[in-house]
């Protein structure tokens, strides 16, 4: 995993052509706005969010984002636990975010 601030995310993220972006916020935080192309798998449902990793391709590089970037940097470690290999966590999280927003 790696801890990467909001430019640093985003470049990556724009020139990465095996990237996945995963939302792991709840769906009320969801619906106000989010960044597009994401993946939302609420962390909060507990097995329900291993099953849902679990089905996941884990050779694509993975964009991982929630509020604040907490989180986010657990599902990550989760994430690497489960055998992905790269796992990119949004510091500061959507509440700092300053790209494309979708609402």
Known sequence: MADLNQTHWAEQLANDTNAVVLDVRTEEEVELGYIPNAINIDIYQG????D???KLDK???YYVYCRSGKRS???CSIMKELGFTNTYN???GFLEWE???AE
């Open 90 to 92: 949004l510091l500061g």
């Open 73 to 75: 940097a657990q599902a």
């Open 47 to 50: 097995q329900d969010f291993i």
């Open 99 to 101: 790209g494309d927003v």
């Open 52 to 54: 849902e990793l679990e």
């Open 59 to 61: 050779t694509k590089n």
